[in-house]
C-alpha cells in the first residue's frame, strides 16, 4: 500500500497529522489486522523521512544497548543523522515490553480480535510515551488519532501548505504535459486508444507527489537547520552574559525561510537536537521596529 495513494482516501488534517508526528519524531502505532500490509506500510512512512537514518529493530539492533549505541550519537554531535526506528509487526510486543521509550519509533501492531487484549497493548503503548499516532488500516478505511492530546491544539499550517503545494503542483505539471501532447496527438493516424494511453500519466503523477513531497519536506528541514545554527550561537553568547535575542522576521530573512512559523520550527528543534530556543526568540512592537530597521540595512 502506497502512501501517496492513500491521500486522497484521508482527510487533510489526517494526513497532517502523520507528517506532523513524523517530523516531530512522536511514535506512530499502526494497527491493522494483515502484517504484510502494516509492514509495508511502515516502510512507506519511513521512507518519507529521508534525513534522518533507519534502523530496524530485530535486525540491526536488539537489546537495550545496542539501542543506546546507535542513538547515544545524537547527544554528542548536531551533525550526525538523527535516527528513527522501524519495528514490523512480529516483535512488536517484543519492543514494547522490552524498551521503555519509543520516541521517533513507528510499530506495527496486529490488531488482536478480543478488545480486552487491544486495550492491554495501547495501555503498554502509555507506558511508554503519553503522547502516539493511531493508525488503524483496515480493508475499507483508514483512521487516524492522536493519543494523550488535542490534535485541536496543533498547528498544522505547514504540514497542510505541504499536501496543497504537492495537489496544485502536481495537478500544473500534468496539465503541462498534456498540453504538449494534445497538441502532437491530433491526428487521423493515432486511434483514440493510443491517444489515451500517451496522455495517461498516473505513474508519472505518483513519481511527481514523491518528488515534490521530498522538496518540501527537504525545505523545511535546511531553513530549521539554518535557524537551529544561529540560534544555538546566539546561545552561546548568553552564556557569556551578553543578552541578545532575535525577531521572527530577521530570523526569516536569515534562514531564507518563511513557509512554517516560528513556533512550528521551534517545536521541530526541540525534537530534533532536543534544544529549547523559544527563550531566544523576541516578538512584539519594539521588535517588530527593530525588524524593518535591520531589512532595510538588508
Known amino acids: 500500500m502506497m502512501f501517496f495513494e492513500i491521500l486522497d482516501k484521508l482527510k487533510r488534517k489526517s494526513a497532517s497529522l502523520i507528517i506532523y508526528c513524523l517530523l516531530d519524531r512522536i511514535p506512530i502505532i499502526v494497527f491493522g489486522d494483515n502484517s504484510d500490509e502494516i509492514d509495508d506500510f511502515l516502510m512507506e512512512l519511513s521512507n518519507l523521512i529521508h534525513f534522518r537514518r533507519e534502523y530496524v529493530f530485530n535486525t540491526d539492533f536488539i537489546s537495550i544497548e545496542d539501542y543506546n549505541n546507535l542513538i547515544e550519537t545524537e547527544d554528542m554531535d548536531y551533525n550526525a543523522e538523527r535516527v528513527h526506528i ?12 522490552q524498551f521503555n521509550e519509543i520516541n521517533s519509533w513507528m510499530i506495527g501492531v496486529v490488531a488482536p480480535k478480543h478488545n480486552e487484549n487491544l486495550e492491554e497493548i ?9 503522547v502516539y499516532l493511531s493508525i488503524l488500516l483496515s480493508a475499507d478505511t483508514i483512521s487516524v488519532e492522536l493519543e494523550g492530546t488535542y490534535s485541536k491544539l496543533i498547528d498544522l499550517s505547514l504540514e497542510e501548505n505541504i499536501l496543497r503545494k504537492i495537489s496544485e503542483d502536481t495537478e500544473k505539471s500534468i496539465v503541462k504535459m498534456k498540453r504538449v501532447l494534445s497538441e ?9 486508444e493510443i ?24 525545505n523545511f528541514y535546511s531553513g530549521s ?10 546561545r552561546l553568547l548568553t552564556t557569556m552574559e551578553i543578552e541578545t ?24 528543534i526541540n525534537r530534533e537536537w532536543k534544544e529549547d530556543f ?13 525588524d524593518k530597521i535591520q531589512s532595510l540595512w538588508g
Do not use: P
Request: glycine share 2%; hydrophobic share 35%; proline share 0%.
Open 278 to 290: 523559544s527563550d531566544l526568540i523576541e516578538s512584539g512592537k519594539k521588535v517588530d521596529i527593530g
Open 225 to 234: 537547520k539554518r535557524a537551529f545554527f544561529i540560534l544555538s550561537r546566539l
Open 184 to 192: 502532437r496527438t491530433k491526428s487521423d493516424k493515432l486511434s483514440k
Open 122 to 130: 495501547k495501555n503498554l503503548i502509555k507506558e511508554k510515551s503519553k
Open 86 to 97: 522501524r519495528c514490523s509487526s512480529n516483535v512488536a510486543l517484543k519492543a514494547l515490553n
Open 195 to 218: 491517444i489515451k494511453t500517451l496522455l495517461d500519466f498516473e505513474t508519472e503523477k505518483n513519481e511527481l507527489i514523491k518528488n515534490i513531497f521530498k522538496k518540501e519536506i527537504q
Open 245 to 268: 535575542k532575535i525577531g521572527n522576521k530577521t530570523l526569516f530573512e536569515t534562514i531564507d525561510y518563511d513557509e512554517a512559523t516560528i513556533n512550528r520550527i521551534l517545536s521541530f
